[in-house]
Every structure is written in structure tokens, then in C-alpha cells.
């Protein structure tokens, strides 16, 4: 019999380390809180750079992780360590032994209501990166106009902001703001689309090109400056004030709808979570590895692993390739007792 | 009651005359210098006061109360309130009755200033002192009173927790001999009066303490030694008095006056400024009220310690408190001599030399609709919060008001954020522009929802005619008269006090009675005038984030004592600074009102 291993997290990165897991022919439980496997990647339509339908990364997953043990609706109650074992309490009354546990509990999204002054919740027009997946992959929102003449995408919200009480960097929103700005003017080529950002940072495979695309291809207009306010028309448009940094003037505009590109934050249920059991938290917040160039993975307590964006802000390629790291770590420790 | 000594003059008097000669040359002095440091109309209208019965009949009213009884203090804690006013009444006391002893007995020594004190030295008994023997017992009364007052502040001196009082001041070394000085000269009193209680006759204390000393001294007494003691305990601490914090003392009685004669704090290191910044006992009451030092930190930058180096002229330290001040007013609530350390540190602030001055008189303004008699100004603030905005308007609209939002695509500035950060003049220049704006509309009436422009339009503004009124007491209003009728539903409600509206105008009602309606008040750990600041406040200049942070959790902390449903504020500021960390709905009242039609 193989060695039990807990997977708290059924995002993507719980969901390929239980696929690495059974591969090598171990037997992981896998948790999830929500009722549904897939973490935020499921709320997503289309990933960048190569448009990837994120329902089929899903859908692959799932397929593979057939055998693994899921429970849905579940969640850690306590983790008790004992002598070379963890004892794990469900919410559901299982109590798992198990020699190792990896932590996929990845990050909240941040809560957009909490930038007042962009309107989230306010006005009738405010949504968000997420808000706007979803509406991409069929679900209806009032909130999105039928024809929209002006779009605007606020970059960084909750992120690179120390009033938002998130210094960090979420790494994927300017890609993701530059992503669904191509995608509202492919469905609406008569649209005006407005990034309002902070600086770019396009970093990864392709995103360059992405962004000269957005600017050549589709008329994106990027205005550097952060918005200072946002107000309702009568009308119901909001109007948006900013400051054009590379012009040195301030600017209003009157927008049919604004994007909110809300950041990541490690999780406050997470946290509460890893006190139980001790576990370090980064001065950024999210949890402290080992180190942060070698053992990403793996945490300062023996048989703990991490994997995906409870450590930070990852893309999803990162994430997956960082749980099959962490399965890779989890073997060798797990041969080694 | 004869004199005993011929010459009614011993050598041990000389100390207290030099101490008193001094001391009363200095305070004079000090007295003339600051009344012509006043500008002549402030010099006016101190010495008009003096000349109107009215308020000269208030000035001594309340040096009695404040000076020797300390009734502000005996409200806030009875125990250090007994503990001041047995000090100061009893020696107050102890003197008008030394003087009536010296007119009943002996009448051709009164023109000496020292014979009242050292009364019992100069006299002693014979057969008519049956009449002295009331005086006698009130003077041993009264001697026993400013003890018991003394060992008071002997025992609050090493155990302040128990005072109520968590922190107090670090003295400074000067204080300390003045403290030491001022806790010698009542016992030495005791020991002197109680050795030559046999000749001059005593009373209940006196008495029995020189049989005491009969008993173990023998038949001999050498009363000299404690005489010079005494003598040599006052004159130190008059003579370090106009250097310590007793010189509060003096000081006090001069700031009651000017007070009461309306002055301002206009030239920090001159005139009324200096004699707010004397009349600071140094007790540290301030210290505890203080909202910045939620984090142990700050201790140092309280008014107690402004006070201090504006005395001792740390320019740098004095720049350092003045900027970092959330300008809550608490400590001003609190203190007994209502020091006003936010007006001294925007009086400092506004005498630094900026590099950039912008000129705002030029500025340009759309000019308002006319024929709204209601003007609904809602302030910088607000445009960051608009829920607020939003709710507002909508309770207006139900009320039926007819009202213009006269910035709701964003006006001018109300002036207070650069008044408070010492800018008079663009201050100035920005307030001429709204009241040229507000006077043009032709309203009858300015409703604000922010406390922060509030209190400048209360306080700067000059707008004959307009009836300004905060958002809660207009609502308040609308509710009295059966405009709006809400409903009661939301649950349990803590009501924070924004600082600029409770303490700043006095507004503490109107907001409490509109959610009462709306809900089930419950109290906040502190309230009222006592409310604490959270954090926000434009009024500093230099707190960073993470400072800010730990003083708005602590306020946060005890607006959730009662466990309420909703914390409900009625200042923008306040609502987006707890709207940050808080674990339940944060909400203007506008916004609770809205919700409860």
C-alpha cells in the first residue's frame, strides 16, 4: 500500500498533482471546498497567449484524476502533526492519516468593493476581470451593456497598492487586461477600448506580441496614469477621471462600461489555516517556502508541499509546471523514508 | 496672641522673600511682555473684557473653579480632582487664613509680606488666644488637607495605573526639583508649626506632634533648623517655578482671562500662544488620550511634549510633533486647562516656508444653477466614496428636497486640507471662490455631508444668509417634520463620532437619533468627546500607512465592544479608512437611511 497524500486545493495545480500522483501510483485525496473542481481557471473563458479554451484544460484534468479520492464541499477543520504522519480532520468528520500534504490553496480574488472610488458595487456599470470571463464564457450580467461604445480596463486594483493593503505585483492582470481588451473589440469592433495602467509588464511567452497586436491591430488606446475617480452620468455612463502621465494633464472620460483588474491576495481562510499547523507566512503575505530559488515547493515542515499560488502570483503554465514539481518532491521525500 | 520677637525679622525669611521677589518680577514681566506681543485689536479687546463686568465676573468665576477647585477635573476623576484642588485650595486656604491671623492679632505687622507664613514663629500664646482657636483649627485643618493631597501625588508619582492614568510624563530634571520642592514644603511646615506649637498654640495636628516631639526630644525644642528648612523649600520652588511645569500656576490665571476675552492662537511663539503653551500642567492626561499611540509609539509626540520643547524651542523636535498630528482635538477634550494643541501645531505648521505656492484665485468654476434653495455639497472625499453621494442624493429625492449637487462633476476644494496643513493664504483664496459660488446660487440653505468641509464652512466661511447644516441634521430634520419615515430594521448600529463633526462642532445628537430609528444603537467603547480618531485624518502630515493602520484597528477594536451589526460613520473619511480592515458593513448614515425607507 502506498503512502496517503492530502492535496488541500482542487484547483489547477491540486488537480495535476493528483494526476502526477496517481501516475507514480500513489493514492491522493484531493479537497475542495466549492462544489465544483477547477479553482478560478474554471471561472475563466479563454487563456492566454494561445486563446486556450480553459473549459478544455479543465475538462483533461478531470479525466486524468478519475481514481484519485475528491471530496467536494469539503474543508480542513485541523491538521495535527503526529510523530512522521499528519492527521488531517475533515469538515465533512474524515479524518485522513497521511504521510505527506501539499497546499494548493492558491489566492482570493481581491474584493473590488474595496477600492471605493472605481464604483464596484456602486455603479451600474463597474465589473470586474473576473465578472468578465464569465460573461465571455455565456453567463449573463446586467451590467454589461448590449452595444458598449467605450471600454476602459483599470489595471492594478488591490495590487502594487499599499492602501489596498496588497503591495505585490498579480503579474497576470496586465496580460489578462491586454487579453480581454483584444477580446471586447472582436466582439465589438465598433468599440472604444482604454487601459489605464500603472507600467506593463509583459514578461512572458508571446506577450509582447500580444500587446503590439492590441495597439496595431485592434486600436487599443493605453493611457499611463493611474484613475483617480469615477462618477455616474445621469445617463448611466460613468465617467472616469485619470491623469495621462505621458502627457503630463489630467483626463476625463465618459465610458459605457470599466473592467476591473482585480489583483491577487493570499487567502484570509488559508492563512487561518496554515496557523494551525505553524506555518510561515512571506513577507509578501503568501506562504514562506523553504527558499525562494531552490525548494519553491516545499515548506520549512517536513512533508509539507506547496504548489501554485498560495507561495504567489503564478500564470497557469507556472502553476502546472510547479505541481509537478512539488509531486517530484513529494516522491523523493516520501522514497527517502 | 502677642508678637514674640521684637524686631518681627529673623534671617530664616530671607529665602522665601528672595524666591517670592522673584517669582512675582517674573511673572509681571512675563505678563507685560506677552500683553504687548498682542496684536492691538487682540490687545483691545483683552483689555475691553477687563472693563466688562460681565466677563470679568466670568473671569474670576472660573479661575475659582478651574484653578483652585479644578471642577473639569473632579468630573473626569474624582480622585486626582481631590488630589489638585487639596493642593491648591488648601495652600490657597492656608494663606487668607495666615493673613486674617495676622489682621485679628497683629494688626501693625500686616504690611509684611512674610509674616502670614511664618505666622506661628513671630507669635506666641496668651490668655486671649481663646479666640484664635477656630484659626487655629482651620489652619491645622486645611495643613492636613494639603497633605493628604501631597501624599496623593507622592503615591500617583510611582503608581499612576492607579490614578486611572496608564501613561504620564517623563519629567524633566527641572521639574523634578520643582516637584521635590513643592512635596518638601508642607511637611516642613508640619514639623516647624508642630515645634513651636508651644508657644504660638496650634490645634489638632500641631498639638499632639510637639508633645510627640517633648516625648523624645526632651524639655528642650530647636525649632530654628525646620524654620530655615521651610523657609529654603519655598524659595526653590518659586525660584525653579518659572521653569518647570508649576508654571501653569501663574500662567493659568492669565489664560483664563484672555480666553474669555475671545483670542486666537495667531503667532505660535508669541502673545496667547506662549501663555497656552505655559499654562500646560505637564500631567500627561494627554498622553493616554492620544489616538496615535495605539501602536506604543508616538508617545513623545502628544501635546504634553509639543508643550515641552515649544518651551525649551527644539525647532526640529517642535516641526516633527506639529506635522504628525492627526488634529483629533481629543487632547484638548481632555485637558483640564482645554491647551489647544491642534490650533498650536497648525499655528507652526503655517509658519513654514513652502517651495511651491500655488495661486488658486484665479481658478476657474462653473457657476451654479440659480433657483435651488438647497445646495448639496458633498466634498473631495465623497467623490472617493460615492456610495455616499449616491445615498444622499436618493434620501433627498425621496424627501422631495429640491436641491442642487453643486460638485457632483467635481467643484472646489472646501480649503480645509490646506488650512490644516498651515497654507492660510490658498486656503483663503479657495474659500472666496465657494462663497462668491454659494452666494451667486441664491440657496437659502448648504447641506454637507463631509465634517471635514463642515467645520471650514462653519468656521471660515462668511455666507449671510445660508443656513449650512451637516447631512445628519438636515435629515434629522427631515425626519421631525415627517418627510422621511424609516424604518426600524437593520439591527445593532455603532455609531462612530467623526472628530471634525463631534468634536470640531459639537454635532453629536442628530446623527444618533436618526439611527435610532433605524436601528438598535449600541455604545462604542469610547464616545462622544472621548470618540476615537480612526486614523484617516487629513490632519496629518507625516504618519505613514502601517502607522495609520494600527491606530485605525485599535479605533476599529472599540467600536465593536457591543458586537454591532453595522458600524455606521457620517464622515467619508472615516467610512473609507474602516471600510479597509473591518469585519462587517461600514456605512454613512445617508446610506443606512436610504436603506431603511
Redesign the interface.
Known sequence: MRPNVVIIGGGIAGMEAAKQLLYLGYSPILIEKTARLGGHVADWYRLFPDMTPASEVIENLKKDIQNANVFLETGVQFINRLRDTYNVMLTNGVSINCHAILFATGYDLFDAR?K??Y?YG??NHVVTNRDLELWFGGNKDVRIPERPKSVGFVHCVGSRD????NMQCSKVCCMTAIKQAIEIKEKFPESEVYCFYMDLRLFGKKYEDFYISAQRDHGVHFIRGRVS????NIDGTL?V?AEDTLNGKPLKVSLDMLVLMAGMLCGEKTRELADGVRMDVDTDGFFKSRDNIYNVTESSRNGIFFAGACTGTKTVPETVSEARAAVLSIHNYLQQK | MTDRIASGFHPFVLPFLIGMAFVLSYCLFGMIRIILQLSKEDRRKFFMSLITPKILLKDVKDIFLNCLIHVKLWKRNPVLGYMHSSIAFGWFMLIVLGHIEVILFVPARAKLLYYPIFFNYFVSENETTLRGAVLFFLMDFFLLVVLSGIALAIIKRFRSRLFGMRRTTKPAALDLVGLYSLWAIFPLRLIAESLTADISGGSFLTLPSNWLAHLFMGHELYPLPAWWAYSIALCIFMCVLPFTRYMHIPAEMMLIPMRNAGLKIRNLNKGFAKVEVLSCPGCGVCIDACPMIASRSNVKDCTVYLNRQLRRGNDKRIDQISDKCLLCGKCQAVCQVGVQGPDLRVARRSTRGYGINQDYSNISATPLEKGHKVLYFSGCMSQLTPRIGKAVTAVMDKAGVDYEWMDRDGGLCCGRPILLAGRKEQARQLIAKNTELILASGADTLVVNCPICYRVFREEYNLPGVRVVHHSEFFAELVSKGMLSPQNGIGKICYHDPCELGRGCGVYDAPRELLSRCGTLVKAGHEKELSICCGGSLGSLSLNFSQREAITRNSYADLTVADPDVIATACPLCLSTYSRYADRPVMDIAEILMNQQ
Do not use: P
Open positions: 474595496k471605493e472610488e464604483g456602486v455603479y499599499m492602501k489596498a493593503g475617480e469615477v462618477g455616474e465617467q477621471k
